[in-house]
């Protein structure tokens, strides 16, 4: 069965700050893995995902994640936090059978001014 | 234009109602979905429908039916209110159901029982 673990439930960076969110996965089969972004009141978004290929992922807004599979993890950074980067992110996993995607329990980034 | 979109965004009900929350996508998926998210921001997978047939029912109660009479929606009927059934309920969609595939969630239904 497939698992995800998001260490931390809160993390709180300054403006322009390293802001590095961690991912680790647990898959029988080479996953397919995502991170999600939830800002207050509203659905879930796409960051990034990892499917085959490039291990290092680029982002929307500035944001990457790098596949490990030796280290089974899958954690989010982004060079210089922004206050608008402040909202709830989750790791994904799924394999390809599909239909059913297995997501963490979430991490809320606070930035601080 | 709203991809996925839910109604109503708001529902507040006594115990023992019974309630239904709409959902539609204009993305042309074949795939949609119900999650449950509680208070403390767990999201939880209920039902997957792939062109209009049930893929996945993840161990929800018999109080909770979904219905899909096209490929487009994907609505969520709810018997019997219970206090714990209180959570924000998202629908969200993808174009086959395959794993790689992005997944596009609507706004989502806040539910509160009393």
């Known amino acids: 069965a497939q698992s995800v673990t998001q260490l931390g439930s809160h993390v709180s960076v300054s403006e322009g700050a390293l802001v590095l969110l961690r991912c680790n996965y647990s898959?029988?089969?080479?996953?397919?893995l995502f991170w999600y972004v939830q800002y207050p009141n509203q659905g879930l978004q796409l960051l990034l995902k990892?499917?085959?290929?490039?291990?290092l992922v680029k982002g929307i807004n500035g944001f990457e994640a790098e596949f490990k599979k030796s280290e089974t993890s899958f954690h989010l950074t982004k060079p210089s936090a922004h206050m608008s980067d402040a909202a709830e992110y989750f790791c994904?996993?799924?394999?390809?059978?599909?239909?059913?995607?297995?997501f963490g329990a979430g991490t809320r980034l606070f930035v601080k001014a | 234009d709203t991809a996925v979109s839910q109604t109503p965004k708001y529902l507040v009900t006594q115990m023992g109602n019974d309630k239904s929350i709409k959902c539609e996508q204009n993305?042309?998926?074949?795939?949609m979905y119900w999650y449950k998210q509680d208070s403390k921001k767990f999201l939880k997978i209920m039902f997957s429908?792939?062109?209009?047939?049930?893929?996945i029912n993840e161990t929800v109660p018999n109080r909770f039916s979904p219905k899909s009479p096209d490929k487009a929606h994907l609505n969520l009927h709810i018997n019997s209110l219970e206090l714990g059934d209180s959570a924000v309920y998202f629908c969200?969609?993808?174009?086959?159901?395959?794993?790689?595939?992005?997944?596009?969630f609507g706004p989502g239904t806040r539910l509160l029982v009393l």
């Open positions: 969200a969609s993808s174009r086959r159901g395959t794993g790689e595939e992005t997944q596009y």
């Open positions: 898959s029988s089969v080479p996953p397919y």
């Open positions: 990892y499917t085959t290929g490039a291990t």
């Open positions: 994904a996993v799924s394999d390809t059978g599909g239909f059913k995607t297995i």
């Open positions: 993305l042309g998926h074949d795939t």
């Open positions: 429908y792939n062109n209009k047939e049930l893929i």
